[in-house]
């Protein structure tokens, strides 16, 4: 369980970016983060994902105080909580297979980017992982020739493969037609439910939001102005966003 307590962000020298967030994200848990262009979303998931720094706030991970630990709880937040940017990028050239197992662009060694070595319990994670997203017949296309929302999927399954318990993704389905994005969420809802990963998404789509999530947290002015679950916002509380 992830407990994030009073959480702000100040950019040095500019604006007050998130302001008071306090927020538990159970095991198994799909919370959809929804607000208007420029509420902090995008930075909300960065300080989760500590590739930004906290101006204040407190943060445990299964009970262990993260800030307190120093480098040990940064590690851990690496180790379980996987943080995949708007857009992925996957490595063209290679198949979706090499991309899973040599993992992301600027975290993979040069050596095994260069070389394209993998050990195989890493091939069979890998294709564990591709079968779950239902990507199996796919495992040995070329990054370029998959669909966008395919190459989001890999991406996903890039993301988890290391055995994160969390995945923070931005924007998973922009720029998808409805079919692709559908499968993209389909996939993310499954693995709440069958792996017990918990999903912190930013969405603009409030249709998306309410269909697929089990939970939707509002931003407005980098604060948490909505907090529902099981059921459909009302135009108030759209209109809050
Ligand atoms: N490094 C930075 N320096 C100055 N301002 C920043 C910086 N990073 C983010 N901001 C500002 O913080 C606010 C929140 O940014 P963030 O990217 O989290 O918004 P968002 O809700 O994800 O928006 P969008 O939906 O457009 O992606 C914005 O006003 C942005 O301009």
Redesign the pocket.
Known sequence: MIRVSQLSKQ?PG??Q?LSGISLTIEPGEFIAVK??????????LKCLALKEKWTSGSYTVDGVDIFAKGLQGRLKVHREIAYLEEKPTLYGNRTALKNVTIGAVGQTPFWRRFTGMVRSDDYMGAMDMIEKMGLIDKAHQKGDKLSGGERQRIAMARALVHGAKTLLVDEPVSGLDPHAAEQVLSDLKRMCRIQQISVVA?M?QGDWAERFADRIVG?NN?EIVLDIKGRRMTEREKNLL
């Not at 607000?35 to 909300?44: H, T, V, W």
Request: hydrophobic letters at 40%.
């Open positions: 950019i500019g604006p970016v607000g208007a262009s420029g509420s902090g979303k995008s930075m909300l930013v603009h931003l980098g």
